[in-house]
């Protein structure tokens, strides 16, 4: 049995329907499932031990497994905190020359509450430690900034904070990561000043 030429076209529209609309269905399926996120791991009851910077003079509680890593280039040192399997950043911070006028720390000029786009900038108290914050949006709506800076000694300290929702990380550089909120929170409040 020999199809015609118009059976044949429309025996091939058919299956061409049937296999777009088998994807979209599939599409709409995979789609509608929540994201799978692998349980994160808490440090807060592991061993924990000192980080101390004699150099710029400050220091911080780290779980044992945590990788400190301390970068330097010609505009100033970032020490990063990672977790064991070094992909998950925890906390940073940046120090470099300077006296605290906000130009190289922030992108704006002016200390109080004024905007730059949807950032604001405060004055701030951070375990104990005089400094500004900054919180919101910049760069036209593409990075959330969290950060907390104070002058020490002609040098300026910038901590990269993080905002969380639910647990989950929201912070530039770590946006969408999963992070422990009770390790960070641990981390974050045993920054101290020492020496100097």
């Not at 950032?119 to 959330?144: C, K, P, R, W």
């Not at 020490?152 to 905002?163: K, M, T």
């Not at 929170?185 to 920054?191: A, L």
């Amino acid at each position: 049995m020999e199809l015609n030429r118009k059976t044949k076209i429309g025996l091939a529209v058919f299956w061409v329907i049937v296999l777009v609309a088998l994807i979209w269905v599939l599409i709409r399926h995979f789609n509608s499932r929540p994201a799978y996120r692998a349980p994160v791991p808490s440090y807060v009851n592991s061993s924990w031990r000192t980080y101390t910077n004699e150099r710029f003079g400050f220091q911080f509680e780290v779980p044992v497994s945590f990788r400190v890593e301390e970068n330097s280039d010609e505009t100033g040192t970032g020490i990063d905190v990672f977790d064991p399997f070094g992909y998950t950043k925890y906390l940073t911070i940046i120090t470099y020359p300077g006296n605290l006028d906000m130009s190289g720390s922030f992108p704006t000029t002016t200390p109080g509450n004024e905007k730059n786009g949807e950032m604001t900038i405060s004055e701030a108290n951070f375990n104990g430690i005089q400094g500004l914050q900054t919180t919101g949006i910049v760069d036209e709506g593409t990075n959330y900034a969290d950060d907390f800076a104070f002058e020490r000694n002609g040098r300026i300290y910038r901590i990269e904070l993080n905002a969380f929702e639910e647990g989950v990380s929201s912070g530039v550089p770590w946006l969408g990561e999963n992070i422990d909120k009770d390790t960070y929170m641990k981390i974050r409040q045993s920054f101290k000043l020492v020496g100097q």
